[in-house]
């Protein structure tokens, strides 16, 4: 079973950075892709960022421009460098793994909360 562990969240004021973190415990396959996705109080849970290994990079409409995700592939390690933050960036964010042949995997989540 993969299990997929997050970190980096926490409180910040408008305007700062924070920077997540998220590798599988123990072993796992060949990835496809990582991403994060992001739940707000009373709302849907949506894409953030997606990283498809060898393939290319997605972002959600709302953090284009602010937010970057990066992959250490050999560590199989996803990263989201959260710039310019909102209080609307506010909320639970979960890292995705898919992996070949597998499925897709989801974290517990980490509080990320943006004061105005």
């Known amino acids: 079973q993969v299990r997929p562990v997050e970190s980096g969240g926490g409180l910040v004021q408008a305007g700062g950075s924070l920077r997540l973190s998220c590798a599988p415990a123990?072993?796992?396959?060949?990835?496809?892709?990582m991403a994060w996705y992001r739940q707000a109080p009373g709302k849907q849970r949506e894409l953030v960022a997606i990283?498809?290994?060898?393939?290319?990079?997605n972002y959600g409409d709302s953090v284009k421009g602010r937010f970057t995700i990066s992959m250490d592939i050999p560590k199989n390690t996803v990263y989201l460098q959260m710039d310019k933050l909102k209080p609307d960036d506010t909320g639970v964010y979960y890292c995705?793994?898919?992996?070949?042949?597998?499925?897709?995997?989801w974290g517990q989540g980490t509080q990320v909360t943006v004061s105005s």
């Open positions: 995705n793994i898919r992996v070949v042949a597998q499925g897709e995997y």
């Open positions: 123990g072993g796992v396959g060949t990835i496809s892709h």
């Open positions: 990283f498809f290994v060898g393939h290319d990079i």
